[in-house]
């Protein structure tokens, strides 16, 4: 199975200042299609995943231009500008490049 | 507006079975790939199975031969069948649409414990 490593594991992060997370893929995500199969989600508290990137770094309908995905091959990154309030809750990177689909650890975003 | 209803959860003994169903609307059901997806109280998230829009199946390691996924098209329903269930399949079972998992039912409940 691919192992998806996310760092760090929890985040403070003061209203207004940016935030990174990180996601480590064992295996490059790559596949022959040309497209890198690299998802982001955020958990808000008693809430299911919402899909926030696609594809590495294609915001998905309705997610504010704030979130923002790069990487390639096995180093992904999504950026959070400006954080908000809102923006608190678990973040979890995804491959569906081969099945099983797995997911990071998950980085827990709070507000200061 | 995409919706996705889970249901089907509660409390079962170890070795016995449950079926989820997830009711969906608001978009062309059989047209595309669902999922069931768990997340383990306070814990992360683990893709449990898969079915395709010609009902290819598919399942991890943990499940295979005791979950079956389904489909019914004509009532735009997921289902998952779980026999011989375990202590760490309590779990919240969440459906999920397409391959990148791009919308998420409320999830239901399951706990597995005599």
């Known amino acids: 199975d691919i192992v998806l490593t996310q760092t760090p594991l929890s985040l403070s992060v003061s209203p207004g200042q940016s935030a990174a997370i990180s996601c480590k893929s064992s295996?490059?995500?790559?596949?022959?299609?040309?497209?890198?199969?690299l998802y982001w989600y955020l958990q808000k508290p008693g809430q299911p995943p919402q899909l926030l990137i696609y594809?590495?770094?294609n915001r998905f309908s309705g997610v504010s231009d704030r979130f923002s995905g790069s990487g390639s091959g096995t180093d992904f990154t999504l950026k959070i500008s400006r954080v908000e309030a809102e923006d608190v809750g678990v973040y979890y990177c995804m491959q569906s490049l081969q099945l099983p689909k797995t997911f990071g650890q998950g980085t827990k975003v709070e507000i200061k | 507006e995409v919706q996705l209803l889970e249901s089907g959860g509660g409390l079962v003994q170890p070795g016995g079975s449950l079926r989820l169903s997830c009711a969906a609307s608001g978009f062309m059901f059989g047209n595309y790939v669902m999922n069931w997806i768990r997340q383990l109280p306070a814990k992360g998230l683990e893709w449990v199975s898969g079915i395709s829009v010609s009902s290819g199946t598919y399942y991890a390691d943990s499940v295979k031969g005791r979950f079956t996924i389904s489909r019914d098209n004509s009532k735009n329903t997921l289902y998952l069948q779980m026999d011989s269930l375990r202590a760490e399949d309590t779990a919240f079972y969440y459906c999920?649409?397409?391959?990148?998992?791009?919308?998420w039912g409320q999830g239901t409940l399951v706990t597995v414990s005599s």
């Open positions: 295996q490059s995500l790559l596949y022959s299609d040309g497209k890198t199969y």
């Open positions: 999920a649409q397409g391959v990148s998992l791009d919308y």
């Open positions: 594809e590495v770094s």
